[in-house]
């Protein structure tokens, strides 16, 4: 018989997120792929899967909606329910617990228990409304840990009493996922630097490719450029790859797409160099498209920042994806094996940036298109939700056949 999950945490109908997230200082886009592509590759598996969660809002006024609603939904055949929750800080963390408790209460009730909850993301609310839910029903729950909670907004200035208020929730969600059944990640770093959950039975998923939306590149008809998409942080290294494109005389174009704390800066790099386009936040059409004409795919981590042995970079699935070539700084939360199929920024600096942009540019374009196609080929295979999540079914499916 299929497994039966319960999945809480942050999917909500795509009409419903997208109306929102355009409004919303820090946008979940990237979370909530990954997120997406596991309840595909469970549901491709043929687990059965039942759906709560809640929108991945920023809190007041980094998002000026205050209240956000309930409503059932269906993503194909998987029935979803949208809890509601107030989005003011603490009441937001108060409204989510309460309101996630009771609906997974109120699904064990209507449609019997489940074999496991699977919690996204380690949120407190959820962890802890699935933590007394195990006690109450005795359903086990398991979590994902995209990014480890002492570097959650890595790179955003807060006040001291927020990082008062983040150190006691960090410990809250290390005790909480130590209790879990089970713990998948997305780098091996953060199991073996947790202590706390270094026993846990585990897998890694670092990330997974949206195959079904994979069209072919297509020609750039004006001059080359370079594009980097995604959050605009300073711990991201977009700052310094705008500086040093500034800086150079490279004849290409660099184009930026997304929102955060260095919007205005870039705008104002745009305004000077007309090397420089920033296109704002896009939507995901035509974000594609534009990403398709590339020469280039940028990520420009800097590879010394600790953090980035918990990360794995989000969009580089997604730059695969493309058939595009792309250039990357050498992160450890990359696995080795995707290496060969990328060009590598062996130096993290404005120099070793320009000069891989450089001689990226110097390459023969049917070079371009034969590391491109090689990219493409090796998610088809290999990171497909499928093939990528079966993994974390069989971790899923550990406790049943132990009958514990």
């Known amino acids: 018989m299929a497994i039966q999950v319960l999945m809480l945490g942050f999917l909500v109908e795509p009409e419903y997120f997208n109306e929102r997230t355009v409004v919303d200082r820090y946008p979940q886009v990237a979370a909530r792929k990954l997120e997406l592509g596991i309840l595909d590759g469970l549901v491709s598996n043929g687990a059965r899967i039942r759906v709560v969660g809640s929108f991945p809002s920023s809190t007041f006024p980094k998002n000026h909606q205050l209240f956000f609603g309930c409503r059932r939904w269906w993503y194909g055949s998987v029935p979803c329910l949208r809890i509601p929750f107030i989005n003011l800080p603490a009441v937001k963390h ?21 074999d496991t909850v699977f919690v996204y993301s380690a949120h407190t609310p959820y962890l802890l409304a699935a933590f007394l839910a195990r006690k109450i029903c005795g359903v086990d729950y398991f979590v994902m840990v995209p990014d480890l909670p002492q570097h959650m907004n890595h790179g955003l200035k807060q006040p001291p009493l927020w990082r008062m ?3 006691i929730d960090t410990k809250i969600i290390t005790k909480l996922v130590a209790r879990a059944n089970g713990v998948a990640t997305i780098t091996k770093y953060v199991l073996s630097d947790v202590p706390e959950w270094e026993a846990l039975p585990s897998v890694v998923i670092e990330g997974i490719a949206e195959v079904q939306s994979m069209p072919e590149r297509v020609e750039c008809a004006g001059k080359p450029y370079f594009l980097y998409s995604g959050s605009l942080n300073e711990a991201y290294g977009v700052g310094e790859l705008v500086r040093a494109f500034a800086d150079s005389k490279l004849d290409a174009e660099l184009w930026i797409c997304g929102s955060g704390p ?13 090397r420089i386009k920033y296109l704002g936040f896009l939507s995901q059409d035509r974000l594609a498209t534009v990403q398709r004409a590339a020469i280039g795919l940028l990520i420009t981590r800097p590879s010394v920042d600790p953090y980035v042995r918990y990360s794995f970079p989000s969009k580089l699935l997604e730059y695969m994806g493309t058939g595009v070539p792309v250039l990357t700084t050498r992160l450890p939360g990359i696995p080795g094996e995707y290496y060969e199929f990328l060009s590598i920024i062996e130096e993290c600096s404005p120099r070793g940036i320009i000069d891989a942009l450089g001689a990226h540019l110097s390459r023969e374009a049917d070079e371009h298109k034969q590391q491109g196609r090689k990219a493409l080929k090796f998610v088809k295979e290999f990171k497909s ?9 069989h971790l ?6 132990r009958g514990d």
């Not at 108060?94 to 209507?110: D, I, Y």
């Not at 260095?262 to 007309?274: A, F, G, K, Q, V």
């Not at 939700?385 to 079914?393: D, M, R, S, Y």
């Not at 899923?396 to 056949?401: A, F, N």
């Open 385 to 393: 939700p499928k093939v990528a999540v079966t993994p974390l079914l």
């Open 94 to 114: 108060a409204t989510r617990f309460v309101t996630s408790f009771f609906a997974l209460l109120s699904e064990v009730l209507r449609y019997g228990r489940p």
């Open 396 to 401: 899923l499916e550990s406790r049943r056949r």
């Open 165 to 167: 208020v983040k150190t």
């Open 262 to 274: 260095l919007s205005e800066t870039i705008r104002s790099y745009s305004e000077s160099d007309s």
